[in-house]
């Protein structure tokens, strides 16, 4: 499933990176592409993911996930 996550907190290519290193060591995560400009993640979830583990490890990281897109 693809997913666009909209990212509060992100300000800098600093938070971007963080963000980008977590969301890439995840093994249910395929074809990541983390926007500062847009302040979104976007990929897709392979179907063993857990969304709510994802959104979960974000705010443990210091963001918040403020939106939730799920597309086909
Ligand atoms: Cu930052």
Redesign the pocket.
């Known amino acids: 499933m693809l997913i666009t996550l909209n990212i509060e907190g992100?300000?800098?290519?600093?938070?971007?990176n963080?963000i980008q290193n977590a969301l890439s060591n995840q093994p249910t995560i395929k074809n990541l592409q983390v926007s500062l400009e847009n302040h979104q993640a976007t990929f897709e979830l392979t179907d063993e993911g857990s969304l709510d583990s994802i959104v979960e490890l974000l705010t443990d990281l210091g963001f918040t996930v403020t939106d939730i897109q799920k597309g086909s």
Not at 10 to 16: D, E, K, L
Request: with cysteine; charged share 10%; proline share 0%.
């Open positions: 992100m300000h800098c290519t600093g938070c971007q963080r």
